[in-house]
């Protein structure tokens, strides 16, 4: 969900009777607050199965997991904690949640993408390792691929919603929007203010503040704030959610403590570098079968991601350039051969876009307009708001463009207006995943052993703030008076101990330090072997 969803206009609060839990939620006919166990797209024996069995296969390819379980399942070190999860619903995602279920949590889960779920993935985790589709024994689970933007928000709301709780105690989130919801909530309730959906044009945010006021209306003035009141931390997933927890943490409006799991180095490099490296090629020749080698691909943005897609398309010999705004990373893409550009300057030249930057605005609809015929259009930052969707719609609307689609996520849209398409006439373009991450929606994500780093960081940290949250600053409902809420990255010695747990994988045998030798350049031999501020 884009930054501007985290300010809305508000109305004061009508009076209002008879809203009810089972009021069913805009256009989804499902109720407000459901008793629904789960909601996955297919239960049937047979996709269970394969679920279950890439399960099988992918925790053979997660070590740091693994690992967790052989050491921590005895012990059951989250026993107690009531975990909401909202990040993509993959098999790689159900050996996170089956980990964490082992180590004693109680977990509900919803993807943090329509686009993202894989079904069997879903299913698997619904049934449990012990379960039937007939007597399912695993996680309730609310996500399935293809949601609408309100389905998508019914889902987070069953998730967060605990049978018998006020809700859960710990959130793990990927992108802020569980996060988003639980503080947005409070701060309407807190200012007894109702939000009116007709106030903004923008379509999501118009679910969000309608999911808001239904809410209200069915449960009072203070649903959000205690929820709230009972949740302990969160450890975020991404770069752009861990940048919203730092702005709410500067302007005091942090409700509690916050794991920033993204800017772990075993999380940041196997992740959005080496997990892009595999998975944006991978997802541009499924979607499309075009060959890569030779064309000209424009990566924006040169961060992790963008280093990541960069290597990603020079591994089919395609011909890369970026775009950059920041002059170190711009100085790296330089001295990596690479032409750094502006989009303005190269649009009508290039045959594939990728946007990474995890900023919005980035290719407009004026952009496409003038790109080649047939270019390629797509996303993998982490939000739907790189590439103008909502521009494109508003052509569609006024009879512009038309939108055709070719197989689910792969969609042409032809210009009528343009004469540089053939014969003169309008040109095309292909827009992957409706501008959402195209890896997940057009593939299937990063590969297990690059998410067996990122969810060992993630299990590491849930662990952390079940025992611990409170060294991190109070809930700030709870305790009002207490110490205020902080974002903190798990200690190096941590970041060090995920990537030894996967080093037996790759055979790797690391040197040892003698005493002598720690002693030279001042670290214990055991480690930590970099300071706090090395970059790797």
């Not at 105690?169 to 007709?198: F, Q, R, W, Y």
Request: charged share 25%.
């Amino acid at each position: 969900m884009s930054s501007a969803h985290t300010t809305t206009d508000t109305a004061q609060a009508p009076a209002w009777t008879g809203a009810t839990d089972s009021d069913t939620f805009m256009n989804t006919g499902l109720p407000l607050f459901s008793d629904l166990p789960w909601k996955v797209a297919d239960l049937s024996p047979e996709t269970v199965r394969f679920g279950r069995k890439e399960l099988d296969l992918a925790i053979v390819e997660m070590p740091g997991l693994a690992a967790l379980r052989e050491e921590y399942a005895a012990t059951r070190p989250l026993e107690g904690a009531r975990i909401m999860g909202s990040l993509h619903m993959t098999i790689q995602t159900a050996a996170l949640i089956e980990t964490l279920v082992m180590l004693g949590a109680d977990v509900r889960w919803v993807s943090c993408n329509i686009f993202s779920t894989q079904d069997h993935a879903a299913a698997a985790t619904v049934v449990g390792p012990d379960g039937t589709p007939d007597a399912p024994k695993g996680v309730p689970v609310y996500a399935w691929k293809g949601e609408t933007l309100e389905e998508y928000w019914w889902c987070t709301l069953q998730a967060l919603t605990w049978p018998g709780e006020s809700g859960p105690n710990l959130i793990l989130d990927d992108g802020g929007d569980a996060t988003l919801l639980v503080h947005l909530g409070h701060e309407l309730e807190k200012k007894g203010e109702m939000p009116d959906p007709s106030t903004t044009d923008n379509a999501e945010l118009k679910v969000v503040l309608t999911l808001l006021r239904d809410v209200r209306r069915a449960r009072g003035d203070r649903f959000w704030t205690e929820m709230a009141r009972h949740i302990r931390g969160v450890s975020e997933e991404t770069t752009t959610g861990v940048h919203r927890l730092y702005e709410r943490q500067q302007n005091g409006t942090l409700l509690f403590p916050a794991i920033n799991v993204n800017d772990s180095v075993t999380k940041s490099k196997f992740d959005n570098v080496y997990g892009c490296r595999h998975s944006l090629v991978d997802a541009i020749m499924r979607a499309t079968d075009t060959l890569l080698s030779g064309k000209k691909a424009l990566v924006c943005g040169f961060g992790d991601v963008g280093k990541g897609s960069v290597q990603s398309l020079r591994g089919q010999f395609a011909r890369v350039a970026v775009t950059e705004i920041d002059p170190i990373c711009a100085l790296q893409a330089c001295m990596m051969g690479l032409d750094v550009v502006r989009l303005d300057d190269v649009v009508s030249d290039f045959d594939i876009f990728v946007t990474a930057t995890g900023n919005f605005g980035i290719i407009s609809a004026e952009h496409m307009k003038r790109m080649k015929h047939n270019a390629i259009v797509c996303n993998i930052g982490h939000f739907d708001n790189e590439i103008d969707m909502a521009g494109l719609e508003a052509m569609r609307e006024r009879g512009e463009v038309e939108k055709i689609e070719i197989k689910p996520q792969v969609h042409e849209w032809r210009f009528k207006d343009t004469t540089h398409g053939p014969g003169g006439g309008g040109h095309s373009i292909l827009v992957l995943a409706e501008g959402r991450l195209v890896n997940l929606g057009c593939a299937t994500g990063h590969p297990s052993l690059v998410m067996s780093a990122s969810f060992t960081n993630q299990t590491i940290a849930q662990m952390e703030l079940h025992a611990r949250a409170e060294d991190y600053g109070d809930n700030m409902l709870a305790k009002p008076d207490g110490r205020k809420p902080q974002v903190v990255t798990l200690p190096k010695h941590l970041d060090e101990k995920v990537a030894r747990l996967h080093l037996d994988k790759f055979g790797a045998r690391l040197t040892e330090l003698t005493e002598e030798q720690a002693a030279y350049i001042g670290v214990t031999v055991d480690g930590p072997y970099k300071p706090d501020h090395y970059r790797y």
